[in-house]
């Protein structure tokens, strides 16, 4: 298919952010957007990019009432050479795509749907930040639109794609965070939407959330649904922890997302030889290791922060402390790692980055 593409006219264009260390996240949108439409024995049709504008939905649309509703979240960079990356793109819209099989969405064809994103960003690319940690955040985005109010498959849908500039994630540095593990609430169980990126799953830790941060913790740590003993993942993002030698994770079993950084530093754990565990965690094994030093560093990984080091884990009421509060050398080395492949500044064995211009 070709895109139809309709470019703002410069009296129009928004005006960009001037301060970059005041970027944030998820506050600023570019000049234009993409968008196609599918409906049921036409497949998908009508892709267009233009003027970044409101959608305009039925009140009887699908999303609205039963949640078909899917997402992803990639970056666009800009190296120390001024050209543009992408860091494994194809692989979250292949996830994408996963997440489209759980919700009986229909899946989109990865090649076009890559290609319509790169020539968007490159449309857009003056909004793309110059300062190392900021970038271009890439909103990939799927709803169910029929207009019904019957429980079942939406018959249409629209696939978006939005993007806006993202400041650094640690504007004051790369600092160790507080969590809180919830012994309360659940994220997910086996058998749901805990492996799709859905935002019914986002909904349901909002009150959670709200909870870590009035007791001064920046993200939730999920336990399992069932006996509430074994640790998941954080809020926004997939959880390790080095106990003496080992690096563990824990493994993919249908309640927690498959995240892209999560398997990037699980590959390079093993590029560099280092032992490293897909396997369940207890959270006590956690909080004895926090308590008798066995449990060197902690961290989490996402497409936000790249590496978010934990210093201190708030469960039942009770501060545990991570290797006093302090970064550790693996946190620090996976971050600084991946950080320069996706600037284009260091040699990228597995092909994860694309120059896009």
Not at 54 to 75: C, R, S, T
Not at 188 to 205: I, M
Not at 307 to 317: A, D, T
Request: some cysteine; proline content about 5%.
């Amino acid at each position: 298919m070709d895109i139809r593409i309709t470019r703002i006219q410069d009296h129009q264009k928004k005006p960009k952010p001037a301060d970059e260390s005041k970027l944030g996240f998820g506050k600023y949108f570019t000049d234009h957007f993409f968008h196609i439409k599918y409906t049921d024995g036409k497949g998908w049709h009508e892709p267009v990019i233009e003027p970044y504008r409101a959608l305009q939905l039925d009140p009887a649309a699908n999303v609205l009432h039963y949640a078909q509703e899917i997402f992803e979240g990639l970056k666009a960079y800009r190296g120390r050479d001024n050209h543009v990356y992408l860091f494994r793109a194809k692989d979250n819209l292949k996830r994408l795509n996963r997440s489209a099989q759980r919700l009986c969405m229909p899946e989109v064809d990865i090649d076009f749907i890559h290609r319509a994103m790169k020539e968007l960003v490159l449309i857009d690319k003056d909004w793309i930040p110059k300062s190392r940690g900021s970038s271009l955040y890439i909103r990939p985005a799927m709803i169910g639109t029929e207009a019904s109010v019957g429980v079942k498959v939406s018959s249409e849908y629209l696939f978006f794609i939005i993007v806006g500039p993202a400041g650094p994630y640690y504007p004051e540095g790369f600092n160790p965070i507080r969590i809180f593990v919830s012994d309360k609430y659940i994220r997910a169980v086996r058998g749901g939407l805990g492996e799709a990126k859905t935002g019914a799953n986002y909904a349901a830790s909002l009150l959670p959330a709200r909870e870590a941060k009035e007791k001064g913790c920046a993200q939730v740590l999920w336990l399992d649904a069932l006996e509430l003993r074994y640790v998941e993942e954080v809020g926004t993002m997939n959880m390790f922890f080095r106990f003496d030698d080992e690096i563990a994770t824990s493994p993919l079993t249908g309640t927690i997302l498959p995240g892209i950084t999560r398997d990037s530093v699980l590959k390079l754990l093993k590029d560099w030889g280092l032992k490293c565990s897909e396997r369940p965690i207890p959270i006590d094994e956690v909080i004895d290791g926090a308590k008798s030093g066995r449990l060197k560093e902690a961290f989490g990984t996402g497409t936000a922060a790249i590496i978010s080091p934990v210093g201190e884990l708030l469960f039942k009421n009770e501060i545990y402390t991570v290797n006093h509060k302090k970064t550790g050398e693996i946190s620090q080395k996976l971050y600084d790692e991946i950080l320069s492949m996706q600037y284009g500044e260091k040699t990228d064995p597995h092909g994860w980055v694309e120059k896009i211009d």
